[in-house]
């Protein structure tokens, strides 16, 4: 699975778990809050473990860019 595949399944688990505790706050159903608040948590690990570069393997952070930070090398986020 290439970076951009990745990023485009976190970022509609973020969404998810964001539709997810909104419709509790508006429907006033705690569960469902406490649910969605946990999805959008569970993004965090899968980031760290998914986000990393594929030729020495650091993670790419937040704002990744074009270069690996640490080795230099380019990251193509089409390269499975």
Do not use: N
Request: proline letters at 1%; aromatic letters at 8%; one cysteine or more.
């Amino acid at each position: 699975m290439s970076l951009r595949q990745k990023s485009r399944i976190l970022i509609g688990i973020l969404a998810a778990g964001l539709c997810i505790g909104l419709a509790g706050a508006f429907t006033e159903i705690d569960l469902m809050c406490a649910l969605g608040i946990l999805v959008i948590f569970a993004v965090l690990p899968a980031s760290y473990m998914w986000m990393r570069c594929l030729h020495c393997g650091a993670w790419l952070g937040r704002d990744s860019g074009k270069y690996c930070k640490d080795c230099g090398e380019k990251i193509d986020r089409d390269q499975k």
